[in-house]
Every structure is written in C-alpha cells, then in structure tokens.
C-alpha cells in the first residue's frame, strides 16, 4: 500500500501559521507522500508562500504540490514557486516526479490545470480570440497532464491538479461557475493514462469523492471540504489503475481522518 495525504487550498498568511503544523509532526507514521492542490496562499505574495514553507516545509515526507489561481494572484508565481522549492517542496507545473516508497515507484504528474466546463456545457474554440484564448489554455494544460502522465515510469501512478477533472466533485458549488472550476478535457488527459487516483482542490463548497468516464477515482481535497489538516488514500501498488465503476469507486483506496 503507498499511502497519500492530500490537502488543497489552505490559503496560508500569517494568521494560518501553525493550523496544520500539529498535525503534519505525525505525517511520517500515516503517509508515505503529501500531495498540496494548490490555493497555497491567500493572494499569491512572497510572504504567503514562505508561511507554506514554514508550515509544510521539512516534513519527514516528500512533499508534491501545483499552484492554484490564488497562488498566481500578484502575479508573483515564479517568485513563490522559488520560495516553496527553497522550503523543500516540490512544485509540479506540467512535469512528473517519482518517488520510491519502500519496493514501489510512486508517480505524481502536476499541473494547475484550468476552467472551460464539462462535456455538454463546455466553453469551445468559436468565436472571438479572447474566447479562444480561454480554451487553448485548458487545452494546453490537459495536453502537458497526459504528457506528463504518459511520461511517467511508475507503479501506482497520481494525476494532481488544482482545477477539477470532473463535475462529480462540485456538487454543491452553483451551476454558473463549473466552467470556472474546472474542465472535462483534464478528465480526459487522466483517463489517457494507467492513472489510480486524481485529486484537486478549488471547489471549497464541492463535495470529495467523484469518478472520471475511464473509471479513475477523483478526490477533492481543499480543505474547506476535508475539513482536516489532511486526507490520506491508501492505494494498492499491487493493483494500480482505474477500477471499473461498476466494482464501486472506493475499491482499493480509503480515507483516514486526521483532524486539524
Ligand atoms: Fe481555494
Ligand atoms: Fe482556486
């Protein structure tokens, strides 16, 4: 089993420090990776980003994060990315990473991902160039998560993104804003590959369990909807991939509660 603790959208400053602290000292004995979704900070500063360095820094766990759109608010991300990546975090944006757990290769393929809606409600390329703007992003996104994927020599393989993959996991956000929380087209990048687990953050008012078309589990982990300094999802090395829906989409992986 490769465990994982996931968390998204902390949206640390200085009046967060140490809300999460007390319970990431034990994180070595309950996880074996944690994966941050991105919404790190509040407005995307240098002093935000070095209070995530302080309070998810030098863990006794490798930690793997992507940016939100919080963290790209003052337009600061390269200077925040730096300063996570000098606390020891390490910050995906389009790439892969692996990690040996014990006898298994762990992959992580990151990227922020963006809006654009899910299939049937979907912003499309017509019309004017800002538009078209809009949905080259996304697709640009989905096209390096499947790259990255794809790239990605791993036994139990985890796509990690800030926007959601999948309509599942905003149950309880208004109808009006899903093409702003996230894009089918991420789903589809997930489903292109071996991939076990796919988690996100950005819907704070979602809910956490979803499933992509392929079958691939979907957990939205922002904090507002965990509700804990962590969730951690045991996947099963020995059975990596998707399982059919059909067989239920909890197989193979639990959630164990850690309360801040
Ligand atoms: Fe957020
Ligand atoms: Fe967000």
């Given at each position: 089993?490769?465990?994982?603790?996931a968390?998204?959208?902390?949206?640390?400053?200085?009046?967060?420090?140490?809300?999460?602290?007390?319970?990431?000292?034990?994180?070595?004995?309950?996880?074996?990776?944690?994966?941050?979704?991105?919404?790190?900070?509040?407005?995307?500063?240098?002093?935000?980003?070095?209070?995530?360095?302080?309070?998810?820094?030098?863990?006794?766990?490798?930690?793997?994060?992507?940016?939100?759109?919080?963290?790209?608010?003052?337009?600061?991300?390269?200077?925040?990315?730096?300063?996570?990546?000098?606390?020891?975090?390490?910050v995906?944006?389009?790439?892969?990473?692996?990690?040996?757990?014990?006898?298994?290769?762990?992959?992580?393929?990151?990227?922020?991902?963006?809006?654009?809606?899910?299939?049937?409600?979907?912003?499309?390329?017509?019309?004017?160039?800002?538009?078209?703007?809009?949905?080259?992003?996304?697709?640009?996104?989905?096209?390096?998560?499947?790259?990255?994927?794809?790239?990605?020599?791993?036994?139990?393989?985890?796509?990690?993104?800030?926007?959601?993959?999948?309509?599942?996991?905003?149950?309880?956000?208004?109808?009006?804003?899903?093409?702003?929380?996230g894009?089918?087209?991420?789903?589809?990048?997930?489903?292109?590959?071996?991939?076990?687990?796919?988690?996100?953050?950005?819907?704070?008012?979602?809910?956490?369990?979803?499933?992509?078309?392929?079958?691939?589990?979907?957990?939205?982990v922002?904090?507002?909807?965990?509700r804990?300094?962590y969730?951690?999802?045991?996947?099963?090395?020995?059975?990596?991939?998707?399982?059919?829906?059909?067989?239920?989409?909890?197989?193979?992986?639990?959630?164990?509660?850690?309360?801040v």
């Amino acid at each position: 089993m490769i465990r994982v603790a996931a968390v998204g959208d902390v949206h640390m400053d200085v009046d967060v420090l140490g809300r999460y602290r007390p319970s990431l000292e034990q994180l070595g004995e309950r996880a074996d990776v944690l994966l941050l979704a991105g919404d790190l900070t509040r407005h995307g500063t240098v002093n935000e980003a070095e209070c995530v360095a302080r309070e998810f820094g030098d863990l006794p766990v490798p930690v793997v994060a992507v940016l939100g759109n919080h963290d790209y608010h003052s337009d600061q991300q390269r200077e925040v990315t730096k300063v996570l990546a000098a606390g020891g975090i390490t910050v995906l944006e389009g790439e892969g990473i692996t990690i040996s757990c014990r006898d298994v290769k762990f992959g992580v393929a990151g990227i922020k991902g963006f809006g654009g809606g899910f299939a049937g409600r979907c912003a499309s390329m017509f019309g004017e160039p800002e538009i078209k703007d809009f949905v080259r992003t996304t697709e640009r996104a989905a096209t390096r998560l499947q790259a990255a994927l794809l790239s990605l020599d791993a036994d139990v393989l985890v796509a990690l993104t800030h926007y959601a993959p999948v309509p599942d996991t905003l149950l309880g956000e208004p109808l009006e804003i899903y093409p702003f929380l996230g894009s089918y087209l991420l789903g589809q990048a997930i489903d292109s590959a071996p991939t076990a687990l796919a988690v996100h953050g950005h819907a704070h008012a979602g809910v956490e369990r979803g499933v992509t078309p392929g079958g691939v589990r979907v957990r939205n982990v922002a904090h507002p909807v965990i509700r804990q300094a962590y969730s951690v999802y045991q996947l099963d090395a020995a059975a990596p991939g998707r399982t059919p829906v059909s067989q239920g989409a909890g197989r193979g992986i639990d959630s164990l509660s850690h309360d801040v």
